[in-house]
């Protein structure tokens, strides 16, 4: 029986994926085998040693201490796209509410409970509805930093709305530049984009390159009237810096899925409860896709979407037993847990070998099922991290 822990509210979709006579999955599940989680941060939550694989049912990765559980050997997964169509969606939610007084008119409306006559609240909304006049999307520029599943899709939809579109994203993949229309215009640097735009929306993960990328400085060159959209992360934006833009005049608005202190209650900020990708079909899209992934890991050693170990994939073949090792990325580690198969006569029959910064991933099909002095032997292998027997 595999092990699966939860974390956060993962669609039963998902979770259903995990056949019940094979995996037992709950959130008080002792000793996992893999977690499966959402947001929760797990920098400080200790991991038992069973655990061989995360999964993020979800894009940012900034809850999971990365760096720390590929030295363990433990493999990091996440859902790339699942939930980008739901954020896209709610972007375009906050462009709009950005650009009309639809807050505004709404809680002006809400003031009116008192009156009991028609005709005088009509009268008086019809005499009031000027202070509520907005702008249109049409024709107006907007900024995407960050190019990826996200952001190419915000771009495409502002593209329909008729407005201009300028993007920067220097690690664009060629998968990502694939989907963006070539309508989108590159831009050199954030500060190029900055300058011209009258909306911004921020589509970067959450690491040391992007802290605080909107800034004091950064904000400096915006126009007084732009509207800044984050629904990527809480650390990309200095909130305090946008809080004093916002009271200089500095900067129109801002409209975050990332409620701070400072922001509460600004009349404006609209900030909302990162709900970005809380829709049942992105819940359900992630929960799947992740399920899918670990059931493919657990069972076949695969490794598909992660954020720190290669793409390795080897189809089941005749061998009679598959075993995995994780190894540190230094020469002749293979060649020596070779040398352990051939001294002890196991044939292997098939063999992937793939290298992703300082680890090396290993699959290989062997004919029968090597004796377990065989198996201590490769686990002692020097550089050899973890080893595993499906
Ligand atoms: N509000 C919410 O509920 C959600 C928030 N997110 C956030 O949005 C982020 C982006 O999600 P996806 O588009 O799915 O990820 P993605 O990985 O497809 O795209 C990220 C893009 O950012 C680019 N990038 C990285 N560093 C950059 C930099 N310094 N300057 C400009 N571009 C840079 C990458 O090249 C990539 O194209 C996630 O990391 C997560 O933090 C994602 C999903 C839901
Ligand atoms: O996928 C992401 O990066 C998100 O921010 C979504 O977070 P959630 O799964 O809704 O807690």
Redesign the pocket.
């Known amino acids: 029986m595999y092990q699966i822990r939860t974390y956060?509210k993962i669609s039963d979709k998902g979770l259903s994926r995990f056949s019940k006579d094979q995996y037992n999955v709950g959130e008080d599940v002792g000793q996992p085998d893999a977690v499966i989680l959402?947001?929760q941060k797990l920098h400080n939550e200790p991991l038992p040693e069973s655990v061989l694989g995360v999964a993020?049912?979800?894009?940012?990765v900034n809850n999971v201490p990365v760096e720390e559980y590929t030295k363990k050997g433990i493999v990091v997964f996440?859902t790339p796209g699942a939930?980008a169509n739901a954020v896209k969606e709610l972007v375009l939610a906050g462009m709009l509410l950005g650009s009309r007084g639809i807050l505004q008119g709404k809680d002006y409306v809400n003031t009116l409970g008192d009156m009991t006559d028609a005709g005088e609240m009509s009268k008086l909304l019809e005499a009031e509805k000027k202070r509520f006049a907005g702008s249109e999307l049409a024709g107006k520029k907007l900024g995407i930093i960050g190019l990826g599943a996200i952001g190419s899709m915000v771009a495409n939809a502002a593209l329909a709305l008729d407005m201009e579109v300028l993007g920067f994203d220097p690690a664009l993949s060629v998968e990502a530049a694939w989907r963006l229309s070539s309508n989108v215009r590159r831009m050199e640097s954030v500060q190029a984009l900055l300058s011209q735009v009258d909306y911004v929306s921020l589509h970067v993960p959450a690491i040391e390159a992007t802290r605080n990328l909107i800034n004091a400085e950064t904000l400096s060159v915006m126009k007084p009237n732009a509207v800044i959209l984050n629904f990527a992360?809480e650390a990309i934006v200095d909130a305090s810096a946008v809080v004093e833009a916002l009271n200089a005049g500095k900067l129109g608005q801002y409209i975050c899925d990332f409620p701070e202190p400072c922001l509460i209650g600004h009349d404006k900020v609209v900030a909302l409860p990162?709900?970005?990708?809380?829709t049942a079909e992105a819940?359900e899209n992630?929960a799947v896709m992740a399920a899918n992934q670990l059931m493919d890991f657990l069972e076949n050693g695969n490794i598909v979407n992660s954020v720190n170990f290669p793409h390795t994939v080897m189809a089941r073949g005749e061998g009679g037993c598959r075993i995995t090792f994780t190894n540190e990325n230094v020469s002749g580690v293979l060649g020596n847990v070779l040398s352990v198969f051939a001294a002890n006569n196991v044939n292997v029959i098939d063999m992937v070998n793939k290298s992703r910064n300082d680890v090396a991933y290993n699959i290989l099909d062997l004919a029968e099922k090597p004796s377990e002095d065989v198996i201590a032997a490769l686990k002692a292998v020097e550089h050899v991290i973890s080893l595993r027997v499906i």
Do not use: D, Y
Not at 56 to 60: E, F, S, T, V, W
């Open positions: 956060n959402r947001s993020r049912a979800g894009a940012g996440n939930n992360r990162h709900i970005g990708a809380s819940e992630c």
